[in-house]
């Protein structure tokens, strides 16, 4: 009887080690799918390429950067298969026009409210955690690796 207690003990130990680590290589195959720099084309539906809106996301660490046309922001994010929530960003504070500040807000608006994704050739696609509306449409960069 100990045996067989110690038997069933082991093989549930394995069990959960083998999808802990399952778990741990989606995850980083989904961060690593994630890197790399886009220009983003929509918020809320609303076109911005015009204004110079990008962001740049490093597996590695989990961070974000960017720039909002205006002001540059940084932080990190947590991912979970399609999962991903960006925590507390930090933005510089200059001042700049009334309408590239509300494009701002908005950008940074919808990376708070940003619950999952796709990414499907070189597009990202953010949805808000509320109702899995489009948050924002972007468009990752070609560079010489890819």
């Known amino acids: 009887m100990k045996v067989l207690t110690i038997f069933s003990f082991l093989i549930s130990t394995l069990l959960f080690v083998s999808c802990d680590e399952t778990k741990k290589v989606i995850d980083v195959a989904g961060s690593v799918q994630l890197s790399g720099t886009y220009d ?6 609303s076109a ?9 996301m490093a597996a590695l660490d989990k961070s974000i950067r960017g720039t909002t046309g205006c002001n540059s922001f940084f932080g990190n994010y947590t991912l979970d298969l399609y999962a ?21 807000r908005a950008l940074l608006d919808a990376l708070k409210e940003t619950g999952s994704y796709t990414m499907q050739e070189g597009e990202l696609t953010l949805y808000s955690k509320a109702d899995r509306g489009v948050l924002l449409v972007a468009k990752k960069q070609k560079t010489s690796g890819n």
Do not use: H, R, Y
């Open 40 to 45: 983003i084309a929509t918020v809320n539906g």
């Open 84 to 104: 991903i929530q960006f925590g507390d960003l930090a933005v510089s504070e200059k001042m700049c026009d009334k309408v590239v500040m509300s494009t701002e």
């Open 48 to 56: 911005v390429n015009a204004n110079g809106m990008s962001l740049t």
